[in-house]
């Protein structure tokens, strides 16, 4: 996998040295300030390192195999939410994971806004567009009419 990152506002890119068994593309990434960790996901695990620069990888979390990507997303008290085609899953620690899924729904995008996680989904059964939650365990359908597929939300 390749990845990369920029201290100038996207001026100059340094490549990250990425270990070899990931062996998978990053889909996504995430930084917690608290415990100065990075996070990334490839399309089956959740990899961290302390250090850019000097990466040392540790794999925490594997995620459903064979699943198109994977995103993530943490709240402001270091809580993590984590998409797959098939699941969502959250932790409050980012070692235990509980599973939430819905079957005919892909989900594609996690957000955390207005002191809610926010999940949008991709289904043909159209019942539901999105589901949110308070907690990362209760998630509550909702439906705006239109595929919730990737979106991004402002402060």
Known sequence: PFACYSTDLGETFTEILVDA???KPFFDVEYNE???LWYFATNEKLAITPNLITPVWTNTQTFDTNTATTRLKLNPTGEMCAITKDSIWYSTNLENWQKFS????????????DNKWIAGAESSLTQ???YTS???ITWIPDNNGIQMMNFVTRT
Request: avoid cysteine.
């Open 128 to 130: 539901y567009t999105f």
């Open 21 to 23: 068994s990931f062996n």
């Open 102 to 113: 819905v079957p005919g729904y892909q989900w594609r995008s996690i957000e955390w806004f």
């Open 34 to 36: 608290s415990n100065n």
């Open 134 to 136: 308070t907690d990362g």
